[in-house]
Every structure is written in C-alpha cells, then in structure tokens.
C-alpha cells in the first residue's frame, strides 16, 4: 500500500488519544467524536489533510483524562474515509489505517486538542528476508485452520488473510481483527521487522486454534 501522508501532515499532525485502542494500518475504524475538543479536531482535519493520528492512552490516564495523560509513542496513522456531521454537532466517521508513525513532539496547546510532529515508521528491512515469504504463507494456512473451527466467519477471514500482498501488511491486516488484547496489539504495531510480527501473530493464532479445538472436545477441530 502506498502511504499516502502529506510531510506538511506529519508536521502538524492532530492526535486523537484513546483508552486501550490499537490502530494498524490497512485497518477501518468507526469512530464516534462526541467531545467537543475532538468535535474541532474533526472539523479541523476534515478541512485539511484528513489525516489524523490515533495514539493509546498508557494506563493511569483516569487521573488526567481531561488534560494531556501521556500516551504511546508509536501510533496508526490514518485518513477518514468517510464523515457523517450529526444536527448536534458530533460526528460518525471512518479512518483507513496507512501506516505507524512515532510521536516525536507534541505541539503547543494552542487548541483544545492535542497535535504533534512525527515521522512515518516503515517496516524495517528484516533481518530474516529470506524466511518472509514462507512465514507470509504459513500466516495464511493458520488463517484458513482458524477458518475452518469458525464457520460463520470463515469466508471472510479467508478473504482478509489475502488481501494485502506484502508479508508485512498481511500481518497487520490480520492482527487488527483477531488479536484483542490492547497490551499485545501495541506491541505488534511497535515491531517494525515483518518477520517479527509474522512470529508472534502465529504464535497467536496457533493457541487460539488450540483453545477453539478444546473448547469443541476435539470435534470438527481442524486438521
């Protein structure tokens, strides 16, 4: 996938900080804005790149939920795709994950939401290039035993383990929708060597398939 990111974006790039939510590229991400900081966020990106950042909060934000608690430094950057401006204000909006980018510096608090400098992560040249391609594809097979424990889902997560080409983008695309732990998530987007995140997205996959195979006493467990 092409990363479609303005420099001048990246510049001054607005940071919508949430509690335990992970964006990845090549992901779609309903969000509903309601705050009415978030509501001149929204405005504001929407008249300009319709770039915006989506960053974790760490955990003990509570304390300072209404300031500025601190977050990840690695983040989803994405474009809105889609928004739908509400009679009241707020807004229905969809962002299409393009790439991780680390937050160097948060910029001055001249608005009522957070915006900051940083610069794109790509993937690493890895260290294992020779073993992506075979671990790209064993992503893939693992997808279709999930597949095959999961009926209802099946077709589309057969689908969504094809649908980005590179091994890199493979795993991103997969992690988004199967792995729910917020602490696992953020690690998997901080690993920028694909074949880092190939190793532990089947290692993750491969237990899910063990506890769906025990679940079900061994019956209909994939081969």
Same mark, same amino acid.
């Given at each position: 996938?092409?990363?479609?990111?303005?420099?001048?974006?990246?510049?001054?790039?607005?940071? @919508?900080?949430?509690?335990? +939510?992970?964006?990845?590229?090549?992901?779609?991400?309903?969000? &509903?804005?309601?705050?009415?900081?978030?509501?001149?966020?929204?405005?504001?990106?929407?008249?300009?790149?319709?770039?915006?950042?989506? %960053?974790?909060?760490?955990?003990?934000?509570?304390?300072?939920?209404?300031?500025?608690?601190?977050? @990840?430094?690695?983040?989803?950057?994405?474009?809105?795709?889609?928004?739908?401006?509400?009679?009241?204000?707020?807004?229905?909006?969809?962002?299409?994950?393009?790439?991780?980018?680390?937050?160097?510096?948060?910029?001055?608090?001249?608005?009522?939401?957070?915006? !900051?400098?940083?610069?794109? +992560?790509?993937? =690493?040249?890895?260290?294992?290039?020779?073993?992506?391609? *075979?671990? &790209?594809?064993?992503?893939?097979?693992?997808?279709?035993?999930?597949?095959?424990?999961?009926?209802?889902?099946?077709? *589309? /997560? #057969?689908? /969504? *383990?094809? !649908?980005?080409?590179?091994?890199?983008?493979?795993? =991103?695309?997969?992690?988004? !929708?199967?792995?729910?732990?917020?602490?696992?998530?953020?690690? +998997?987007?901080? /690993?920028?060597?694909?074949? =880092? #995140? +190939?190793?532990?997205?089947? %290692?993750?996959?491969?237990? /899910?398939?063990?506890?769906?195979?025990?679940?079900?006493?061994?019956?209909?467990?994939?081969?």
């Amino acid at each position: 996938m092409t990363t479609m990111i303005p420099r001048g974006a990246l510049e001054d790039l607005a940071v @919508f900080p949430l509690p335990d +939510l992970v964006f990845f590229p090549h992901a779609l991400l309903p969000l &509903h804005i309601f705050e009415p900081r978030y509501r001149d966020m929204t405005a504001d990106v929407l008249a300009g790149s319709r770039i915006m950042a989506v %960053a974790r909060l760490r955990p003990g934000y509570q304390a300072d939920y209404q300031g500025r608690p601190p977050i @990840f430094d690695t983040a989803g950057a994405g474009v809105c795709v889609h928004a739908d401006k509400l009679p009241d204000g707020r807004y229905h909006i969809v962002l299409r994950g393009l790439a991780r980018v680390l937050i160097e510096e948060e910029l001055p608090a001249d608005k009522l939401y957070r915006r !900051a400098r940083a610069r794109l +992560l790509g993937d =690493d040249r890895s260290t294992r290039a020779d073993e992506l391609g *075979a671990k &790209h594809h064993e992503l893939i097979l693992l997808c279709d035993r999930l597949a095959a424990a999961m009926p209802a889902e099946a077709e *589309a /997560l #057969r689908q /969504l *383990a094809r !649908a980005v080409a590179s091994p890199g983008g493979c795993a =991103d695309a997969v992690a988004s !929708a199967l792995v729910r732990d917020p602490d696992a998530r953020q690690t +998997l987007l901080e /690993l920028l060597d694909p074949a =880092d #995140r +190939l190793d532990q997205l089947a %290692a993750h996959i491969t237990a /899910l398939v063990a506890r769906l195979a025990a679940r079900d006493g061994g019956r209909g467990a994939p081969n």
